[in-house]
Antibody, heavy 119, light 110 residues
Framework: QVQLQQWGAGLLKPSETLSLICAVY????????WSWIRQSPGKGLEWIGE???????NYNPSLKSRVTISVDTSKKQFSLNLNSVTAADTAIYYC?????????????WGQGTPVTVSS | VLTQTPLSSPVTLGQPASISCRSS???????????LSWLQQRPGQPIRLLIY???NRFSGVPDRFSGSGAGTDFTLKISRVEADDVGVYYC?????????FGQGTKVEIK
C-alpha cells in the first residue's frame, strides 16, 4: 500500500521560505511524477509543480520564480521550497503521485499540511 | 480554464447526479490522449482519484461513477448517489502546463 507522508513548518512570517518534505512509503519511486498542489479558500486547488525520479521538473509559471522542487531518491522523498512567502501563500499544501502513463491521474495524496503566513 | 457546473448539487439518496466540466481549450494532447481526470474530496478524507483519461475508473472506484466527454466538454455521473458520496468533486486537466483544476462541485444530500 502506497502512502505519502508530508511534514514541514506550518506558521511562517512574510518573506520567509516555506519548506515541506513528502516521503513515499511502499511502491516504486521511479515511473511517476511527484507533485505539489495547494488549496486555499480563495483560489481552490492550484498545481505548484512536479518532479520525476531523475530530477526533471515542471513548475507553474505563476510561482516559478519562487519555487524549487527537489528529490532524494535514496530516501524516497521529494521536497518543496517556496521563498518570499506572503499571506497569499496561506493554504493547505499537498504532495501527490501522478501516473506517468496517465497524466493528471493523481492517484495517491499526502494528508495535507496547513501553512499560514502571518506577521 | 476549467469551468464546473453546477457548483452545488443537492441530490436525493439513490438518485443520479451529474457534474459538467468545460475547458476553454481542447484537452486533446498531441499524443492523441485527453488527460482529464476527476477527483473526490470528502470531509476528513484524503483526496481520491475517481476517473482518469476521461472515462477510466481508477482501482477500487465503484461502478456507479462514470466519466464521459471529448474535446472541451466532460461529465462525471454518479448513477445512484449514496451517503458516502457527499463531498466536493474536481476535474483536473493534465494536457497542458500548468495543470489546472475546476472550482469544485459540492454534492450534498437533500
Amino acid at each position: 500500500q502506497v502512502q505519502l507522508q508530508q511534514w514541514g513548518a506550518g506558521l511562517l512570517k512574510p518573506s520567509e521560505t516555506l519548506s515541506l518534505i513528502c516521503a513515499v512509503y511502499g511502491g516504486s519511486f521511479s515511473g511517476y511524477y511527484w507533485s505539489w498542489i495547494r488549496q486555499s479558500p480563495g483560489k481552490g486547488l492550484e498545481w505548484i509543480g512536479e518532479i520525476d525520479h531523475r530530477g526533471r521538473t515542471n513548475y507553474n509559471p505563476s510561482l516559478k520564480s519562487r519555487v524549487t522542487i527537489s528529490v532524494d531518491t535514496s530516501k524516497k522523498q521529494f521536497s518543496l521550497n517556496l521563498n518570499s512567502v506572503t499571506a497569499a501563500d496561506t493554504a493547505i499544501y499537498y504532495c501527490a503521485r501522478e501516473l506517468l502513463v496517465a497524466r493528471g491521474a493523481f492517484d495517491y495524496w499526502g494528508q495535507g499540511t496547513p501553512v499560514t503566513v502571518s506577521s | 480554464v476549467l469551468t464546473q457546473t453546477p457548483l452545488s448539487s443537492p441530490v436525493t439518496l439513490g438518485q443520479p447526479a451529474s457534474i459538467s466540466c468545460r475547458s476553454s481549450q481542447s484537452l486533446v494532447h498531441s499524443d492523441g490522449n485527453t488527460y482529464l481526470s476527476w477527483l473526490q474530496q470528502r470531509p476528513g478524507q484524503p483526496i481520491r482519484l475517481l476517473i482518469y483519461k476521461i472515462s477510466n475508473r481508477f482501482s477500487g472506484v465503484p461502478d456507479r461513477f462514470s466519466g464521459s466527454g471529448a474535446g472541451t466538454d466532460f461529465t462525471l455521473k454518479i448513477s445512484r448517489v449514496e451517503a458516502d458520496d457527499v463531498g466536493v468533486y474536481y476535474c483536473v486537466q493534465a494536457t497542458q502546463f500548468p495543470r489546472t483544476f475546476g472550482q469544485g462541485t459540492k454534492v450534498e444530500i437533500k
